[in-house]
């Protein structure tokens, strides 16, 4: 049975510098107690949808959210899986979403807490995953031009 990992805390951060914004997130592994911090560039969220073509906030959320357990159950899979790049968008879209299938299948699951509250209103203003939810806006033709974009620069440069 996967293990089940919930978001527990989002916080806004910053770089060091305080020029790169980010996400700093906390995962938490229901099964053992154990946690683990990911620090997220607010930029990675677009990029990821980019890079991998994808079209919802939802689905960049669950890509990167079980990329991050992923080296955790599986650590050459960065060795193993191909990059996006040298693929079309919807085979690198396939791709990444049978990855996530597989974590979830045969690794972990990975949510947000949910909220102990007595309504359904209560539970939604308290949703973890919400100053995230509410600061990505994916436009999917925006996204297909910019990986369009990528991928004749690539080109143009022999990669």
């Known amino acids: 049975m996967p293990d089940q990992w919930q978001v527990t805390d989002v916080r806004d951060s910053a770089d ?11 995962l938490t592994n229901q099964t053992d107690g154990v946690s683990m911090t990911v620090w997220l560039p607010k930029m990675a969220i677009e990029n990821t949808a980019v890079a991998y073509g994808l079209t919802s906030a939802e689905e960049v959320l669950d890509v990167i959210l079980h990329q991050s357990v992923l080296p955790i159950y599986e650590p050459d899979v960065g060795e193993r899986e191909p990059g996006p790049w040298g693929v079309t968008g919807e085979e690198a879209r396939a791709a990444v979403l049978e990855q996530v299938e597989r974590c979830k299948r045969d690794h972990a699951v990975v949510a947000a807490a949910v909220p102990k509250a007595r309504t359904a209103a209560a539970r939604a203003a308290a949703d973890v995953l919400a100053p995230l939810r509410s600061h990505t806006q994916i436009d999917p033709v925006k996204a297909a031009t910019a990986r369009l974009q ?10």
């Open 150 to 159: 990528y991928q004749r620069a690539a080109m143009r440069a022999g990669a």
């Open 16 to 26: 060091r510098s305080g020029r790169i914004e980010a996400w700093q997130m906390t």
